[in-house]
């Protein structure tokens, strides 16, 4: 129990020193990243489709600057436009770029961060396109003198999809609203990501109810949210992470919590998020409990993740296969992992 302690005193002198008033994450406009979570109450019920463009329309209510924007998404070794707010959309589906042009003149090649960048086209450099790009620039009013707010939407290390608002106006984007639109990017990428859809099998074949799956779904969308308010440098360090870096990490649940825990009816949501680097064994955090102190629903989306996270290229190392995730898994049983969740996970993952 000592230790437990030891470690609570140590995250909250760390979080009390990170945590400065101009952080990514204190600094936002609560109002308006409450507006964000409380529109995915009832995500788990929609597609793919109907998710996404909710979420792309409801940015044009958060950032005010935004006139007209457009999300692309990687199908095949294309980038195509899915949906479009201002634009027309059968013009602006005649602007399909190459994976490898990684949309020219934007930050988005598959070393991108998930963050919002903004970039001023004083006028389109008619070397790097045809004409017939040109001309459909031209008839969009992308062409020159716009300004585009834009956020890469990266999974396992590459970009699946890219959200742009644009202005014409003169205007820059406020850091508040650079700051919405990577809450944005960060969600969607999770969307993207398989953490959700292995924490939902886990709990289908563990027999849990609709609710609880529903529940599991949401937190795991929503489990990471936290990084928002970790330095983009030490989650895409290369290298090995200093002590003091490591502890920065491991404020991100508590990052999670703070956030979710304002949104309605989502206290249980909140804390299976909270404690999803709970170990079972008590050597996890940020709390430290063991066993049964963790909620069921958390020690399910802590293997899901743990299995992604292995099975997933980092900047740090490559990926593992499945046969190498799982056999950690296996080692870790009754230590890191739940038994029965684990000996469940291993079974789905090896057919």
Do not use: W
């Not at 006028?123 to 890469?152: N, Q």
């Not at 990017?185 to 953490?195: C, E, G, K, L, T």
Request: net charge neutral; aromatic share 12%.
């Amino acid at each position: 129990m000592k230790g437990k302690g030891k470690r609570k005193g140590l995250l909250k002198h760390v979080y009390k020193k990170n945590m400065k008033p101009d952080s990514n994450y204190e600094d936002t406009n609560y109002n308006k990243v409450m507006n964000i979570f409380e529109s995915f109450v009832n995500m788990h019920d929609m597609s793919k489709n109907d998710f996404l463009e909710k979420v792309f329309v409801s940015a044009f209510k958060l950032i005010p600057e935004a006139q007209k924007g457009s999300f692309y998404e990687l199908s095949g070794d294309k980038y195509i436009p899915i949906f479009t707010n201002g634009y027309d959309f059968e013009t602006l589906q005649k602007l399909v770029f190459n994976r490898s042009d990684a949309f020219i003149d934007y930050e988005c090649s598959d070393v991108s961060n998930i963050d919002a960048y903004q970039i001023h086209i004083k006028k389109r450099d008619d070397t790097k396109f045809t004409k017939e790009v040109i001309e459909v620039f031209k008839a969009l009013g992308t062409y020159s003198d716009f300004t585009s707010l834009y956020a890469p939407v990266q999974v396992d290390g590459i970009n699946v999809g890219i959200i742009s608002l644009d202005c014409f106006n003169k205007t820059d984007f406020s850091k508040n609203s650079k700051k919405i639109l990577k809450f944005y990017a960060q969600i969607i990428s999770n969307f993207y990501s398989r953490v959700r859809e292995y924490s939902c099998a886990i709990a289908s074949e563990l027999g849990l109810s609709k609710q609880q799956i529903k529940d599991i779904s949401t937190a795991a969308l929503l489990h990471d949210i936290g990084k928002i308010g970790v330095p983009t440098e030490i989650l895409n360090k290369p290298g090995k992470l200093t002590e003091d870096e490591y502890n920065i990490i491991k404020l991100h649940p508590i990052h999670t919590k703070t956030i979710l825990e304002k949104i309605s009816d989502f206290t249980s949501i909140a804390n299976f998020a909270y404690s999803h680097h709970e170990n079972y064994d008590g050597t996890g955090y940020p709390q430290g409990l063991s066993g049964d102190e963790i909620p069921f629903e958390s020690q399910i989306i802590q293997v899901a993740d743990a299995y992604d996270a292995m099975t997933s290229e980092r900047a740090y190392r490559k990926a593992l296969s499945t046969y190498e995730a799982l056999s950690i898994i296996e080692k870790e049983m009754g230590k890191q992992f739940n038994l029965e969740i684990a000996k469940v996970a291993i079974r789905l993952f090896s057919i």
